[in-house]
């Protein structure tokens, strides 16, 4: 059973910083494409930023130029340096791992709360 584990979020001021982690557990994580997804109250759940199984990422136009996604092999984890965050960027942050094979193998995490505000 594959399961995603969340860490990082919090609270920080406006123009402060903060790194989330994922990790997967019981599946091979050289063969999943990542990526973070938020939401926020009462909005849908976005795409913020992905990477995939050859370190090629994608961001949303809201975080470009903020925030840096990134994968360690040799962690089995992937991570997402967020800078310069602005309260708009409150939101419950989602990892999610898709097989490269097997795009129907998706899977969440719990979700990490990161709360932008003074």
């Known amino acids: 059973q594959v399961q995603l584990v969340e860490s990082g979020g919090g609270l920080v001021q406006p123009g402060g910083s903060l790194r989330l982690s994922c990790s997967i557990n019981?599946?091979?994580?050289?063969?999943?494409?990542m990526a973070w997804f938020r939401q926020a109250p009462g909005k849908q759940r976005e795409l913020v930023a992905a990477i995939d199984v050859g370190a090629s990422t994608n961001n949303a136009d809201s975080v470009r130029g903020r925030f840096t996604i990134s994968r360690d092999k040799t962690r089995n984890t992937a991570y997402m340096q967020m800078s310069s965050l602005k309260p708009e960027d409150t939101a419950v942050y989602y990892c999610?791992?898709?097989?490269?094979?097997?795009?129907?193998?998706?899977?969440w995490g719990p979700g990490t709360q990161v709360t932008v505000s003074s």
């Open positions: 019981g599946g091979n994580f050289r063969v999943y494409n």
């Open positions: 999610n791992a898709v097989h490269i094979l097997r795009p129907e193998y998706s899977y």
